[in-house]
């Protein structure tokens, strides 16, 4: 608990209790087998979660801001006003995520925005990742029905864990592959420096 209290000072207290009970969940998916793999893990969870501070994805943009974040759907270069999305991170989600990510319903792109340790994004990304965490533990949540199982004490590292595993991210630290981890984390170098 040292090193966390130095590597994320301002941790939620849910993350912080995940990783207290989590070590049976960081050796079933391979992750404590080597000090090179659980550094890759710490430092994508580090990166992803903002220092275990960050539950959910901050998606309060300032109309400035949003093009440079997402310049194919916001103008000058896309057809979105981003003052009509400045600050109003339910409306921007539904619109950046609506439609894709097997987000179909209304308010989809809000519901599941990116959210725990590791930002897992899209309807289907948490439909898949309950898939994962049910191969190993058949009584895990319905992710789909219960999102905000993911930033729970009792199931935020359980729900990492498998995505890195399945994702092959154990593979691309074995390699200490920092570029191939990131890409299998979040889908680019997002976070990268």
């Known amino acids: 608990l040292k090193i966390f209290a130095s590597l994320a000072p301002n941790a939620r207290s849910s993350f912080r209790q995940a990783f ?21 893990f710490l430092a994508q ?19 400035s801001r949003l093009p440079l974040v997402w310049p194919s759907r916001f ?13 109003n991170p339910e409306k921007l989600a539904n619109s950046v995520y609506g439609g894709r990510m097997g987000n179909t319903g209304p308010n989809d792109g809000f ?15 948490y ?22 199982e993911v930033i729970s004490a009792q199931w935020s590292l359980a729900v990492a864990a498998v995505v890195w595993q399945f994702k092959g991210c154990n593979e691309n630290a074995d390699e200490d592959n920092v570029r191939k981890v990131t890409r299998a984390v979040n889908g680019g170098q997002i976070g990268i420096s």
């Open 127 to 148: 439909a898949e990742a309950t898939k994962w965490l049910r191969k190993i533990e058949p009584a895990a949540p319905d992710l789909v029905a219960s999102p905000d």
């Open 45 to 63: 969870v580090l990166q992803e979660s903002g220092g275990l501070a960050n539950q959910f994805e901050n998606l309060n943009y300032s109309a």
């Open 20 to 40: 207290i009970n989590g070590q049976p969940w960081l050796d079933r998916c391979g992750i404590s087998y080597s000090p090179l793999r659980m550094s890759h």
């Open 75 to 87: 103008k000058p270069k896309g057809p979105l006003d981003p003052n009509e999305y400045a600050h």
């Open 111 to 125: 519901t599941y925005r990116g959210r725990g340790l590791l930002q897992l994004t899209g309807k289907d990304g």
